[in-house]
């Protein structure tokens, strides 16, 4: 099966440029999770879906940040106008909720934004 | 709050050496705890999950926890490190009054000598 694909996996883009990000999580997986991570802070969450619906976009750090769900099988992060301290790894995981399958993420490989 | 602690920040182990890794919760409810292990370039894979039951779980590639209500813990251990245990080790917690999402800690980068 395949994974959570994450695209593009590098991106060198220059401030004041738009970025997107994309994923597509696994088949049958109804929630799916943005994280950002940094060696500053770690692990944040930036928002989730479930069954497409954004839940919780607390984690998103300003308006620049916008997160899409059109359907089941894809998923934007885009930021606009980027800026140097939105470098980072950007994370795309998804899950299956559920009574008998609670909490394991399967996680993309990342993205590695770097913006000059 | 809820929060998830790793006390260290780096690890240096022999090969064949025993392996502690801390981790320590803040959260009100039952916790349901997971450990992530992240090689480098790569995502998290998951490593093992304590939701209820019996409080030492076993998980994926010899390791395994101990969930300690006591002292808010869950601990990741492995008798003999392998040189291919060097990562990232992420402890996290479940917020399922929340929707599900999942906190972690800052992490933990072992480092393995032979």
């Known amino acids: 099966d395949a994974g959570v694909i994450q695209s593009p996996r590098h991106e060198v883009t220059e401030m004041g440029q738009e970025v997107t990000l994309r994923c597509k999580p696994i088949?049958?997986?109804?929630?799916l999770f943005w994280y950002r991570q940094t060696m500053m802070r770690g692990l944040e969450l930036l928002i989730y879906f479930n069954n497409n619906v954004p839940i919780d976009d607390s984690g998103m750090p300003e308006d620049r940040f916008s997160a899409k769900m059109p359907n089941a099988s894809f998923s934007t992060l885009k930021i606009q106008p980027s800026e140097p301290r939105d470098s980072a790894v950007y994370f795309c995981a998804s899950s299956l909720r559920g009574l008998s399958n609670t909490g394991e993420l399967f996680f993309g490989e990342g993205s590695r934004l770097t913006v000059l | 709050a809820q929060s998830v602690t790793q006390p260290d920040i780096h690890i240096t182990v022999s090969e064949g050496a025993s392996l502690e890794l801390r981790c320590n919760y803040s959260y009100g409810a039952t916790p349901y705890l997971f450990w992530y292990v992240q090689s480098p370039g790569q995502g998290l894979q998951l490593l093992l999950k304590y939701f209820s039951g019996d409080t030492l779980v076993q998980g994926i590639k010899g390791f395994e926890a101990e969930f300690k209500r006591s002292q808010s813990s869950f601990n990741l251990r492995k008798p003999s490190v392998h040189w291919s245990d060097a990562a990232e080790y992420f402890c996290?917690?479940?917020?399922?009054?929340?929707?599900?999402?999942?906190?972690f800690g800052q992490g933990t980068e072992l480092s393995v000598k032979p």
């Open positions: 088949s049958g997986h109804n929630s």
């Open positions: 996290a917690v479940a917020i399922y009054n929340q929707g599900g999402k999942l906190i």
